[in-house]
T-cell receptor, first 114, second 108 residues
Framework: DAGVTQSPTHLIKTRGQHVTLRCSPI?????VSWYQQVLGQGPQFIFQ???????GRGNFPDRFSARQFPNYSSELNVNALLLGDSALYLC?????????????FGPGTRLLVL | GIQVEQSPPDLILQEGANSTLRCNFS?????LQWFHQNPWGQLINLFY???GTKQNGRLSATTVATERYSLLYISSSQTTDSGVYFC??????????FGAGTILRVKS
């Protein structure tokens, strides 16, 4: 089975622009979570979606939004990009959404905001 | 929410040496995972270990949930073990709270 996939792998944007990042879960996984990892830090939780509903949200501004599709893939959208949004964005998936499960991470999308 | 602290922040080893990485967490967690992040950024699952001891080849991990710590042992280290090691506890739902990581450099 294929692992978690993310696209694009790299992205360069300028301040004020909008970006959409995509994640496809492992087959059979219904929960998708998004994390932001800035250089030198551990990943920070942004969102969790399960069965197309938001199940958790981290301490991020409303410029960040996400959604999950019927095939369980997910998009993360960031509006009005700031320089501080430059980071590695990671997607993690698991079979269910109730916790207590191993999370599997994708390779990430590197976003650079100029 | 839970807090996760890792030590040491940096570690340099000669190839073949053994090491122990530590993870302390502030509250009981129902999911403790160890990850290795390679130089390309990929987070690789090492262990899901809310309690007890597990071993996988040269790596093993022990979590003592009642004392709120977990240890990752690396034996006979190799240059390919280099990277950043993270532990993460699950707070609610599937939200993982990560420590700051331990940067491991193994020299040949």
């Amino acid at each position: 089975d294929a692992g978690v996939t993310q696209s694009p792998t790299h992205l360069i944007k300028t301040r004020g622009q909008h970006v959409t990042l995509r994640c496809s879960p492992i087959s059979g996984h219904k929960s998708v979570s998004w994390y932001q990892q800035v250089l030198g830090q551990g990943p920070q939780f942004i969102f969790q979606y399960y069965e197309k509903e938001e199940r958790g949200r981290g301490n991020f501004p409303d410029r960040f939004s996400a959604r999950q599709f019927p095939n369980y893939s997910s998009e993360l959208n960031v509006n009005a990009l700031l320089l501080g949004d430059s980071a590695l964005y990671l997607c993690a998936t698991s079979p269910g959404g109730q916790g207590g499960e191993t999370q599997y991470f994708g390779p990430g999308t590197r976003l650079l905001v100029l | 929410g839970i807090q996760v602290e890792q030590s040491p922040p940096d570690l340099i080893l000669q190839e073949g040496a053994n090491s122990t990485l530590r993870c302390n967490f502030s509250d009981s967690v129902n999911n403790l995972q160890w990850f290795h992040q390679n130089p390309w950024g990929q987070l690789i699952n090492l262990f899901y270990i809310p309690s007890g001891t597990k071993q996988n080849g040269r790596l093993s991990a022990t979590t003592v949930a009642t004392e709120r710590y977990s240890l990752l042992y690396i034996s006979s280290s190799q240059t390919t073990d280099s990277g950043v090691y993270f532990c993460a506890g699950m707070e609610y739902g599937n939200k993982l709270v990560f420590g700051a990581g331990t940067i491991l450099r193994v020299k040949s």
